[in-house]
């Protein structure tokens, strides 16, 4: 039974009618989605349709659910149709082969091409919109390339790109429907508890949530920077206490000031880093942009902070700040500016406008630590609240 799909699955986990080139399937948290998508390949393969993209947000995160999960590939398979994993490929008994892809790396998808490709968790992708273009090119092969996108919505810009594709065919799954599936403990337990509130309409319900209630920043407020006379650039930086695969992200923005406004202009954060490694990019993008200054929080690493800048470059500027207060009420003004009009948005910031919007009263940022929010608060502070006006540089 376990094995004979068709006999037990639910209307909604089922391949959609009609002429779609994506079928979109936003899901809340267990409401079955990986099982479908897992399903899906398996019918493609069947079918003999191949080569397959299998994309996951990172390398481990695509072959530790797509592939290994409990509702993966390799789980849903009998074992006499059953892939074999080979590195990063799986390879079934009739031929048809897959490519497991990593979305954290866009370049990556330039060469290959494919019949069919199942993307995970899409608006969780870091580089999502250039992932997903690079994937489209490669999806060339056969007489019907067609794409499956899982995910649990947020209000990304690939995840509205593709709402709004004329080529989308959406399904939305909730928790609920799956429950013959789930164990009572989570339905009473988890359910129960965020059920009706906003964070369960998005992580339950499959719901796409475009603005946070009570959140400092909402997506309407980012102004896109249209240029001018920048008078100082600074590059602020927000450390991580240590620097290994556990550890938060290294905040990195490169803001400038312009006029009586700021405009941020690159987003260089770095995950799972050393200091050395965090410097390097921190210098790198002062040589970049021809900063004045460093700036850098540090509450965590105090002279140890300034001291890993200066083995890689001892002639930068560095301007250290300490945080009295938590990250909310360091955020709020900066928050007010933006309301003001007063902070514009180089192009590609995506990932530190999602961090924004889902930062929430707690201080964190879908559940995680705000490090681009942060990075942000201080760069933002030095240029405008506090009142620095070195000469003007043209853009």
Partial sequence: MYFDWNSWALDKQRPPEGDWTTWLLLGGRGSGKTRAGAEWVRSLVAQKIGPIALVGETMAEAISIMVRGESGILNVCSEKERPTLRGQRLIWPNGVEAAVMSASDPDRFRGPQFAAAWCDEVAKWPHGED????????????????????????????????????????????????????????????????????????????????????????????????????????????????????SDACGIVVAGRVGEGVAVLEDCTLKQVRPLDWARRAVAAYVAHDADAIVVEVNQGGDMVPGVIAQVDAQVPVRTVRASRGKWSRAEPVAALYARGLVSHAAGLTALEDEMCSFGVGGLSDGHSPDRVDALVWAVTELLLNETRPQVRGL
Avoid: C
């Avoid at 995910?151 to 810009?157: G, Q, S």
């Avoid at 509205?160 to 164990?183: S, Y």
């Avoid at 965020?194 to 603005?211: A, F, M, S």
């Fill in 131 to 246: 992932a997903w273009d690079q994937l489209q090119f490669g999806l060339r092969l056969g007489d019907r390339p067609r794409q499956m996108a899982t995910t649990t919505p947020r209000p990304t810009r690939l995840l509205k790109r593709l709402l709004g594709d004329k080529h989308t065919v959406v399904t939305h799954m909730a928790t609920a429907e799956n429950g013959a599936q789930l164990a009572p403990q989570f339905l009473d337990a988890v359910v129960a508890r965020y059920q009706g509130t906003v964070l369960g309409r998005q992580e339950l319900d499959g719901e796409l949530i475009e603005d946070l209630p009570g959140a400092l920043w909402q997506r309407g407020m980012f102004r896109a920077f249209a240029g001018g006379n920048i008078e100082r650039i600074v590059v602020a930086v927000d450390p991580p206490v240590t620097g290994n695969a556990s």
